[in-house]
Nanobody, 126 residues
């Protein structure tokens, strides 16, 4: 079992920045890849970013490339999502995810995820 706890959400103006954190605990070796999804009101949950267990490879949805950066600190078993140049359309609940493969998290989406966090709300005002 893996437990994921997100933090760092909040209210920010358009153009601003936020950094989300996700602390993992438990049998993390079984699901070393980690990622972020988001779900806006009335919409389906969508993939945002993923990172391999080593941190050597990252994947992003096109709409956040150049604005968001996913990283991880394996000593702390924590993954981060630095979000810059935020837009109102980035408003959503952001969920941390863990699975066996970062590529699967990206290509398969929710089906590539073994564990989920409870989510943290990000609101971007215009």
């Amino acid at each position: 079992q893996v437990r994921l706890v997100e933090s760092g959400g909040g209210l920010v103006q358009a153009g601003g920045s936020l950094r989300l954190s996700c602390a993992a605990s438990g049998r993390t070796f079984s699901s070393p890849a980690m990622g972020w999804f988001r779900q806006a009101p009335g919409k389906e949950r969508e993939f945002v970013a993923a990172i391999t267990g080593s941190g050597g490879r990252t994947y992003y949805i096109d709409s956040v490339k150049g604005r968001f950066t996913i990283s991880r600190d394996n000593a702390k078993i924590t993954v981060y999502l630095q979000m810059n140049s935020l837009k109102p359309e980035d408003t959503a609940v952001y969920y941390c995810a863990a699975g066996p493969s970062a590529l699967s998290i990206k290509t398969v989406g929710q089906g590539g995820v073994d564990y989920w966090g409870k989510g943290t709300l990000v609101t971007v005002s215009s």
